[in-house]
């Protein structure tokens, strides 16, 4: 089976820095993603690690450390539009399909 | 990357009947995905629905409670069948053509 460990909320102030971590374990990693995803709204793609190292795109950046099954989303400059639930998802292949299995979500609140 | 719409957007049910999802995607994709999503928590995978084979239901999904369909390789249906309130949740349809895309949701209340 598959399972995936995030914090549930974290909150920070606008202008900081806030690091979400995720560890998993899963028998047919292929690799780790995170989606954002608003209330009301669908979740959307951020990034996605397949190999260890670290991935910026803009003001996010997400590492992988496949050796530890462990990653982290990092996300700077904070923004009150940044208020959203974050999920770690494993890419999984055991059982010969390729599937994406997410873990609980981080709830962010993002203060003045 | 992909765009999926889902209809209905949103639907109130009685209990004891049967509520069919369609997923439209603007591009030919293999991969398919059906998820739900309860109230405040995460995404859980009802189903994988490639074209041309039998949907592969996770532990905890059946056929007979949630049929798949998919005639081709941009549509994709799923029912919720003999319904009850404990299945008022967020039905997202999901493809995966480079990186994994998702629909705006389909939200079932059952009464």
Redesign the interface.
Known sequence: GQSLEQPSEVTAVEGAIVQINCTYQTSGFYGLSWYQQHDGGAPTFLSYNALDGLEETGRFSSFLSRSDSYGYLLLQELQMKDSASYFCAVRDGSGGYNKLIFGAGTRLAVHP | SAVISQKPSRDICQRGTSLTIQCQVDSQVT?M?WYRQQPG?????IA?ANQGSEA?YESGFVIDKFPISRPNLTFSTLTVSNMSPEDSSIY?C?V?PD???????TRLTVL
Do not use: D, H
């Not at chain 2, 928590?41 to 995978?45: E, G, I, P, R, Y």
């Open positions: 991969m995905f928590q995460s995404l859980t995978l994988t592969t997202l999901s995966l990186t994994q895309y998702f629909g705006p949701g």
